[in-house]
């Protein structure tokens, strides 16, 4: 952005929402310049309240520049080429994550590593990004959510080339975006307490094989032996059997 400009009421109501259907607050609507790749450009915007990113393109502004969004060299083009500019341009060093002590990822193998969180930015939490230079190298940053207030935490990292990799102590090697937890349409899920409920509610083996025999032998034939009447004549005749899980 270049500068500042006033905020304009809206004339008519807007229904905005989020990915999840949660209800956006619209404030108002400004008109904006911004420079993309040194290109003056300019568009409309939507104040909302409580916003994750502080500034979004829509796709209005895409549709009209003829954006086309390179993802493998990581480019954005707007007005067929005229405008050319990398996704990511710059990143604001107290956002960066660096590596605690020389790591070596070897060739063809995933890594969890420990790292230095940044803790004298305003960031208070946020989302792991790969930095451009990791990326330009083959490899992938695990996206996670993450807060500064720790200090140091783990983080996974993926090298598939065929050759290893090694960092120094210091190393920055991705960013983080700021997430604020308590943003419109943000609802975070404990994914322990998931795995917890799932777990209570599943039958071990045993159980749910009892279950099935029983009920199939109910339904479609009422006159069928029990299953532990069914192994005890099993035993009699001299049949061994051989229980596998």
């Not at 493998?72 to 080429?81: A, F, I, S, V």
């Not at 790292?115 to 695990?142: D, F, K, Y």
């Not at 322990?192 to 749910?208: A, G, L, Y």
């Amino acid at each position: 952005m270049t500068s500042t400009t006033s905020l304009i009421p809206l004339t008519g109501r807007q229904n905005l929402v989020t990915a999840n259907d949660s209800a956006l607050t619209t404030v108002g609507k400004v008109r904006a310049y911004f420079k993309v790749g040194g290109c003056l450009l300019s568009a409309d915007f939507y104040v909302i309240d409580k916003l994750t990113q502080d500034v979004i393109l829509g796709v209005n502004f895409f549709e009209r520049s003829g954006a086309l969004l390179d993802y493998k060299r990581k480019r954005l083009m707007l007005y067929d080429g005229i405008v050319n500019v990398p996704l990511v341009t710059a990143i604001d060093p107290t956002r960066a994550v660096c590596t605690t002590h020389r790591t070596r990822i070897p060739a063809r193998h995933e890594a969890l590593i420990p790292v230095s969180i940044p803790r004298g930015s305003a960031t208070r939490t946020g989302i792991t990004e790969t930095l451009p230079r990791t990326s330009g190298m083959g490899l992938s940053i695990a996206s996670a959510w993450i807060d500064c207030n720790n200090g140091s935490t783990m983080c996974g990292v993926m090298n598939p080339t065929s050759r290893p990799v090694t960092w120094p102590a210091g190393h920055a090697f991705t960013y983080l975006t700021p997430f604020d937890v308590n943003a419109v349409g943000i609802n975070l899920i404990v994914l322990t307490d998931c795995i917890t409920q799932k777990r209570q509610h599943m039958p071990d083996v045993e159980t749910r094989h009892k279950v099935h025999d029983e009920e199939y032998r109910g339904s479609a034939e009422p006159d069928m032996p029990s299953h532990a009447d069914r192994l005890s004549e099993l035993t009699r005749l001299g049949v061994k059997w051989e229980r596998k899980v």
